[in-house]
């Protein structure tokens, strides 16, 4: 049962967002609009989205939609669980849930509401925009919320810089961005070859300096923040990743770290 909410003072509402975890160990993030409650991505264990959500004093029985951005174990395989203890709907196209469903033991499912790419979702008075990407998962997304005065960006696993965007970026008021990986620490590093590749790839990450400079050429004055999200374990650091990119953007812009180990503070916009 879903726990009351108090009425949203909608004139003043602000949009908060919680990244509980970033990373190919497991992700997934908490975004906040008047009254509307929503998560992004399946990776994490039920027991730590409760507990994590509950550190900042929320609830996950509140939350009233998850959203998939692919079927990528890191991000879908716990989309039956959070279903189950939550009780939430499961927004997913068709094409990454049978490719999850295909990998992974999601046990018995709900409500799922499946959306094409490219669609847009309405939640309320909060639009959610689906983006496809090149990344290589089955038919990828990322997404983009407005509430009506703020937008914000939730763009990882691009796959590259493809055309899209740098007009998606400077639209944008925040955005939690992936910088996946040091290419110097990629090249040096133990990967196999083929791996390497994949990451550097046209499906695969996009690094540090391609981040740092696609918000350097696109961003406009709108936008807040930046949360510097999806960092490699073994070829990034979250020091690096703030070194390479005030490097390139000095101190314009604010810039977060969404860990793989620990939720952020609450960012708002």
Not at 39 to 52: H, I, P
Not at 117 to 134: C, D, H, K, Q, W
Not at 153 to 179: K, M, R
Request: charged content about 20%.
């Amino acid at each position: 049962m879903r726990l009351p909410r108090p009425a949203p003072n909608r004139y003043n509402a602000r949009m908060r967002i919680i990244s509980l975890q970033s990373g190919s160990n497991g992700n997934s993030i908490y975004v906040e609009a008047g009254d509307v409650r929503l998560l992004f991505d399946a990776g994490l264990s039920g027991t730590l989205v409760r507990e994590r959500l509950a550190m900042h004093g929320r609830e996950a029985s509140t939350i009233d939609a998850a959203l998939i951005s692919h079927d990528h174990s890191d991000h879908s395989r716990s989309l039956g669980i959070y279903q189950r203890m939550f009780g939430m709907p499961v927004y997913v196209t068709p094409e990454t849930l049978d490719a999850t469903q295909a990998k992974y033991h999601l046990g018995k499912l709900g409500e799922i509401r499946h959306f094409q790419a490219g669609a847009t979702l309405r939640f309320g008075r909060v639009s959610v925009e689906t983006i496809p990407t090149p990344h290589d998962g089955a038919d990828g997304v990322v997404f983009v919320v407005d509430d009506g005065r703020h937008r914000l960006g939730i763009l990882t696993d691009l796959g590259h810089v493809f055309s899209e965007l740098p007009a998606v970026i400077g639209s944008l008021d925040g955005v939690l961005l992936e910088s996946n990986y040091d290419p110097e620490m990629l090249i040096r590093g133990s990967y196999p070859q083929f791996l390497k590749e994949r990451i550097q790839g046209l499906g695969g990450h996009i690094s540090n300096i391609e981040a740092a400079e696609l918000l350097l050429a696109a961003s406009s004055p709108r936008l807040q923040w930046a949360c510097l999200a999806h960092l490699s374990h073994d070829n990034n650091t979250p020091d690096l990743a703030l070194e390479t990119h005030r490097k390139i953007l000095g101190n314009r812009l604010p810039l977060h770290i969404a860990t793989r180990y620990r939720a952020t503070d609450v960012m708002e916009l």
